[in-house]
């Protein structure tokens, strides 16, 4: 029994995986110019200026391991946190009601590796991002469009949240800006 | 409006698939002809010859009993063993030390219980030898072991004057072979479908757009995760469980695993209706189980949605994924907690007070909702006859249970199995909150802290194994207590389960008359919620009301800790 599913078991399933879906499998692994620069699936950290900005995270985006802060909902720390974080998103984006900054940016996700923020929050901070590339007019609306067509829709119509993926849509940024190389 | 679609979609499908996967199940282990048959029949058959089993030969009580605690035994240390030996066994690709004797000794109760309470965390404390052949087969065997032990206890309530209840290893091997393995087979296709690995290469080292260095983990994920939901189990893969993205890459694969961890314990409520010949009592059973679930989802939904004045949002996000949302995290919670699998695609410690008060609640009921593979039901089967006990004396008649008398031994046996976990949760809490070495582990405090605590022998007791995570577990004291409660909730329960079994099986079957109490009406349902909840209430209330809902009403006054 311990050879038939601790052995044979996996075994038969990543040959299996490995002919049918052998990128997913192996990690959904993005490469630029031969580089691996991450996974679609693992979000990044993203706090400077010129890029979209990731969710918070717990553990700074490093995933060995992943993890969440598990503050409970009456933490003062947490509250703490979420208060600097009202402020500084809406400080950076220009938007005048703090109460107006989107959930997700308030809140570490459980995983610490979230890839995804809402269109919303991506929309939120176009203004901020196409200032620090200095993009013109017709880039900026390029990149309003980017972000709507990255938009994920819930699956089959119903299932999940709508959703944008920080770290596809940021390279979208190199299609659209095309003075600024990566990895900068 | 996605919210409630989704809600329905999930419901309905449970409604209408456990009843069909329960009737294969019965065709399964009454060895009758199934679809499966022909096409690993052959399989089962060399399992047989190879292991030396006598798949016919039936066996009493304690026979029974003797093999599955031998088994689990054995599995015990076979994986202590493993993980005590790590570093020179294969397959270590990131060069990962010995494990600490504590831990190993967590980890090992905790796989062999069919908890899976993560005290380790995958990426960097187990090599993907120590995941394949010590996490992943005791997924399956801890599975097929409360799959044994239930059916042992349907032999025992439906034959008469015998004390054969079946062959565990027969039992066992088609668990593992005919449910179990199909089922993890396809789960697993489809979850790497959406994005989960499965691969036996080394963590990739990535440098990220903004140029930092971003080590990306991989391994034989997905066939670990399709069994770990399937068979309640719910040890992670990855330290962040199910909210992982490689674990639970996409909505679609979040709705099946979710389905998973439940589909099975439901399915089996149905086999038992076919081993009993009553498909009105399967029902009965079913709709208790469905109400109580659909009550737990509806406070937790509610509460989830509230405002916390504390941190002046409404439905608050942390710990909570962006695919998912507050809807499928807080359905996930409630499922995981009902059934005994303990997976978590959010993290329950920042759940509002009453959120994670439900999924506290549900494991302190003794994971009876559905509940683990098998155990969930031999332990409503528990509260059944405690019903039918309660019943008997209101009316003064002698208590009968599918035509058995059920009289002082079984009893006596009843009472063991509904304490067994109650004294873990409450004494084991009660010196966690006593010793330094117990409170010194608390990420939070207040009446937060003290939920954190209870919430992690509820889920030892419970079998369940999902945390308040902030709880820093991995010490010497916790891996210690958190194992013995794990301990005492499984076996507590099994051992006197299968004495029932035993003495129920030697029993006549008195025909249906007029004056016996019907077990397949609303007035059974409404009975047998009340028993459980009043069981459930009064045991549980006074710590429940010093942590979350004082602290429910301290967050609606907006004081923080």
Redesign the interface.
Same mark, same amino acid.
């Given at each position: 029994?311990?050879i038939?599913?601790?052995?044979v =078991?996996?075994l038969f399933?990543?040959g299996?995986?490995?002919l049918?879906?052998p990128s997913?499998?192996?990690?959904?692994?993005i490469k630029k110019d031969g580089?691996?620069?991450?996974?679609?699936?693992?979000?990044?950290?993203?706090?400077?200026s010129i =890029?979209f900005w990731s969710?918070p995270s717990a553990i700074g =985006?490093?995933?060995?391991?992943?993890?969440?802060?598990? =503050?409970?909902?009456?933490?003062?720390t947490?509250?703490k946190q979420?208060t600097a974080r009202r402020v500084l998103f809406a400080k950076m984006n220009s938007i005048s009601d703090p109460?107006a900054v989107p959930?997700?940016m308030?809140?570490?996700?459980?995983?610490?590796?979230?890839?995804?923020?809402?269109q919303k929050a991506a929309l939120l901070q176009v203004d901020r991002v196409a200032k620090a590339r200095n993009l013109n007019a017709i880039q900026k609306q390029k990149l309003v469009q980017s972000v709507k067509n990255l938009t994920e829709m819930?699956?089959?119509l119903?299932?999940?949240?709508e959703?944008v993926n920080v770290?596809i849509l940021?390279?979208e940024l190199y299609k659209i800006d095309q003075n600024i190389t990566?990895?900068? | 409006m !996605?919210e409630a #679609?989704?809600l329905i979609?999930f419901m309905v499908l449970l409604i209408v698939l456990s009843p069909l996967l329960g009737k294969y199940m019965a065709k399964v282990f009454m060895g009758e002809k199934h679809i499966m048959k022909p096409v690993i029949g052959w399989l089962e058959k060399s399992?047989y010859r190879v292991?030396g089993i006598k798949s016919e030969e039936e066996m009493n009580w304690k026979t029974y009993l003797y093999a599955v605690l031998m088994f689990n035994f054995f599995g015990f240390v076979?994986l202590f063993i493993l993980q005590m030996l790590q570093a020179y066994l294969p397959l270590n690709t990131e060069k990962l030390p010995n494990v600490s004797w504590h831990l190993a000794f967590n980890t090992a109760m905790s796989f062999t219980t069919n908890t899976n309470w993560q005290s380790y965390?995958?990426?960097?404390t187990l090599s993907y030898f120590v995941q394949?052949?010590?996490l992943?087969?005791q997924?399956?065997?801890s599975a097929a072991t409360g799959i044994a032990v239930v059916l042992a206890l349907i032999r025992g309530l439906t034959r008469k004057t015998t004390d054969a209840l079946g062959n565990f290893w027969a039992d066992?091997?088609r668990s593992?072979l005919y449910v179990l %393995?199909p089922l993890?087979?396809i789960l697993?296709?489809a979850l790497?479908?959406?994005?989960?690995?499965?691969?036996?290469?080394h963590?990739?080292?990535?440098?990220? %757009?903004?140029?930092?260095e971003?080590? #990306?983990? %991989?391994g034989?994920a997905?066939?670990?995760i399709a #069994?770990k939901q399937l068979g309640t189990n719910g040890g992670g893969f990855?330290?962040?469980n199910s909210?992982?993205?490689?674990e639970n890459?996409?909505?679609?694969s979040?709705?099946l695993e979710m389905f998973a961890l439940i589909i099975i314990s439901g399915g089996l409520v149905f086999t038992y209706g076919h081993y009993a010949k009553s498909k009105r009592h399967a029902r009965a059973i079913f709709i208790t189980m469905f109400i109580l679930f659909a009550a737990g989802i509806a406070i937790s939904l509610w509460s989830e949605y509230g405002h !916390?004045n504390?941190? !002046?949002?409404s439905?608050?996000?942390?710990?909570?994924?962006?695919?998912?949302?507050v809807m499928?995290?807080i359905l996930w919670s409630v499922t995981t907690t009902v059934t005994s699998n303990g997976s978590? !695609?959010?993290?329950h410690?920042?759940?509002?007070?009453l959120s994670?008060m439900v999924s506290m609640f549900n494991m302190m009921l003794g994971e009876i909702i559905f509940g683990g593979v098998g155990s969930g039901l031999y332990g409503i089967i528990i509260f059944i006859i405690l019903t039918v006990f309660i019943a008997g004396l209101m009316v003064g008649r002698t208590p009968e249970y599918l035509g058995k008398k059920i009289e002082a031994y079984e009893m006596k046996m009843t009472i063991l199995a509904v304490l067994a976990p109650a004294i873990v949760i409450k004494i084991f809490s009660a010196i966690a909150c006593s010793v330094p070495a117990g409170l010194s582990s608390l990420?939070?405090t207040?009446?937060?802290g003290l939920?954190?605590i209870l919430y992690a022998f509820s889920s030892a007791a419970g079998n369940n194994g999902s945390a308040?995570?902030?709880l820093n577990a991995n010490t010497v004291f916790y891996n210690l207590m958190i194992g013995f409660g794990m301990l005492i909730g499984r076996f507590g329960i099994i051992v006197p389960v299968m004495a029932i079994a035993g003495s129920m099986a030697k029993k006549k079957i008195t025909p249906v008359s007029s004056g016996t109490f019907r077990t397949d009406n609303w007035l059974f349902v409404m009975l047998l919620i009340s028993v459980i909840l009043i069981v459930g209430g009064l045991t549980f209330f006074p710590p429940l009301a010093l942590g979350p809902i004082v602290?429910h009403f %301290?967050?609606n006054l907006g004081?923080?800790?």
């Open positions: 029994m311990t038939l599913t601790g052995i =078991y996996p399933m990543t299996i995986v490995q049918t879906f997913k499998a192996n990690g959904s692994l580089k691996i620069i991450g996974s679609e699936l693992i979000g990044q950290k993203f706090d400077s =890029y969710r =985006y490093n995933p060995i391991p992943s993890g969440a802060s598990n =503050y409970g909902p009456t933490s003062d947490l509250k979420v109460l959930k997700e308030l809140f570490a996700s459980a995983s610490g590796l979230d890839p995804h923020i809402s819930p699956q089959f119903v299932l999940g949240e959703r770290l940021n390279l990566y990895n900068k | !996605n #679609i989704q979609i399992v292991s076979f965390s995958g990426e960097n394949m052949l010590g992943t087969v997924n399956f065997v066992m091997t593992v %393995l993890s087979i697993t296709m790497v479908s959406q994005g989960a690995v499965q691969t036996f290469s963590s990739v080292k990535a440098t990220t %757009l903004q140029g930092t971003q080590v #990306i983990p %991989l034989p997905a066939s670990q #069994i990855f330290n962040a909210a992982h993205p490689f890459p996409s909505p679609f979040n709705f !916390n504390v941190l !002046n949002v439905g608050a996000m942390e710990g909570k994924e962006t695919r998912f949302g499928n995290s978590v !695609n959010s993290m410690d920042s759940l509002s007070p994670g990420n939070n207040g009446p937060h939920s954190e308040f995570a902030g602290e %301290l967050m004081v923080g800790f």
